[in-house]
């Protein structure tokens, strides 16, 4: 199961260091037309998802791969979840069913994470 955890947890990472990088530096104009919600919010907001997303893929594999602060590991998939639930909040509002099934799954991955690293796989 601990291989399974760092194999969700990669990529996870993986994911939202990608998506983390794009919304924290690129114009909203040129995210638009794959991520049409970007409209509805400001440029800080963005800026704001983007370093998030940054923070928790780091804090998904750092502090296990460095055994420093452990505990962010299961911290930061807890923040993955919290962001899952607003981004599936923002697709409801909007109406696009696509992306609200895409942030169930992220969300399930990311609770599945922090449920083995807090309890019974933790470092």
Known sequence: MNVFLW??????AAMFLFAGVLKSTQPKEK??????WVEDVSLTTLRIIGVAELAAALGLILPAATDIATVLTPLAATGL???MVLAA????RRKETQGIVVNVVILVVAAVVAWGRFGPYAF
Do not use: E, R, S
Not at 7 to 12: A, D, N, S, V
Not at 31 to 36: D, I, N, S
């Open 31 to 36: 995210l638009a037309p794959q991520l049409p």
């Open 7 to 12: 194999i969700l947890q990669g990529l996870l």
């Open 81 to 83: 979840v919290i962001i």
């Open 89 to 92: 909040i923002t697709h409801y």
